[in-house]
């Protein structure tokens, strides 16, 4: 057992020193969504572009329009792809840490489906009830809306799911598919009453989309999206201890209700702020973590980090084929991550099944 235990300790320290390897796969992915899709974009003008933002040369005329591209459209967009993806990534690890479930992810505590809900309610009654708040946030009504509800609906299935103080897992799980049932249930009421361009608008919504990237947007989504998964990545050890289950984790000093609650809403935060900007984004907090532990082991002290460096590698790349496979129209990049996800999510249960 000792023999076995020494082995372990310097296998997971090598195996966290190639952690920073993981940056050159995410780095590739920025790198191939700059200079690829509908417009292609030269290596020298994605040089001269970065030299002219660093003031270190001035731009020469021939790459004016590379320019132009990647400074107003296709930077913006592969950044918050990236800073996106990497949340969803970590917080479906921590999801399926908390519960100690592999195919929990974050919509289980109905982050997704409040947000879907607040947004399509920003849709239909942007005119009538919303109308004060449109009128003062503009196109920031949605974003806003999305946010909130997902917020609201994750800390509505936390308290529905304590009970005497203490959040059960079993519970919570139940509390979550009671929030996911009426969510969905008013989203459908509210798709009832909606025109036909608000339909299309609810439809190409709920498919995601990275399309109305802008520089304004990474601010936000570098605090509430980047600043939980990197806070996420600081609960490895306790999620590690709560493998082990929360009596085990209590007695090994863990403060088992704050660490749940904590990564709840750290998870909530991100996930919810994601789906703000862009629309419902399945499988990437589901299917990313699997790789990762099929790599690396259940550690999550390589877990969360590499599912965030995994997950921000599979947004850019899923973001470059939605833009590329159908140009110059775009595929909705949820519907790439579905037909990337899905095949794997079925394959994973088939192995678990043989392996049961």
């Known amino acids: 057992m000792r023999a076995s235990l020494a082995g372990a300790l310097p296998r997971a320290g090598r195996r966290l020193a190639l952690l920073p390897l993981g940056l050159l796969p995410l780095l590739g992915a920025v790198v191939a969504g700059l200079l690829l899709g509908p417009a292609r974009i030269t290596a020298a003008g994605l040089f001269a572009t970065i030299a002219d933002a660093l003031g270190i040369a001035p731009l020469p005329a021939e790459h004016a329009r590379d320019a132009a591209v990647l400074g107003v459209i296709r930077a913006p967009r592969v950044v918050l792809a990236a800073l996106i993806g990497a949340g969803l990534g970590a917080a479906g690890a921590a999801m399926q840490g908390l519960f100690r479930n592999p195919l929990a992810d974050p919509g289980l505590i109905g982050v997704s489906a409040g947000a879907a809900l607040a947004a399509v309610a920003a849709i239909v009654l942007s005119g009538s009830v919303f109308g004060p708040a449109a009128g003062l946030l503009g196109l920031w009504l949605l974003p806003v809306a999305a946010f909130v509800g997902g917020v609201v609906a994750t800390l509505l299935m936390a308290r529905l799911g304590t009970v005497g103080g203490v959040a ?189």
């Open 168 to 356: 059960s897992v079993a519970t919570l799980l139940l509390a979550g598919v009671a929030v996911n049932a009426l969510a969905g249930a008013l989203t459908g009421v509210l798709i009832f009453m909606a025109d036909d361009r608000q339909v299309r608008d609810i439809t190409f919504w709920t498919l995601g989309s990275l399309a109305g990237a802008r520089w304004a947007h990474v601010p936000v989504v570098l605090l509430l999206v980047g600043l939980p998964a990197l806070l996420l990545c600081l609960l490895a050890r306790p999620l590690n201890a709560l493998l082990l289950g929360e009596a085990e984790a209590f007695h090994l000093g863990v403060p088992v209700e704050v660490v749940k609650r904590m990564t709840m809403v750290l998870a909530a935060i991100a996930v919810a702020a994601g789906v703000a900007f862009t629309g419902l984004i399945g499988f990437v907090g589901l299917v990313v973590p699997h790789l990762i532990r099929l790599g690396f082991g259940a550690d999550h002290r390589l877990v969360l980090p590499g599912a965030a460096l995994l997950g921000g590698t599979l947004l850019v790349l899923a973001d470059l084929a939605a833009r590329s496979l159908a140009a110059p129209a775009e595929l909705p990049v949820g519907v790439v991550t579905a037909l990337l996800g899905a095949p794997f999510f079925l394959w994973l249960l088939r192995r678990r099944g043989t392996a049961a």
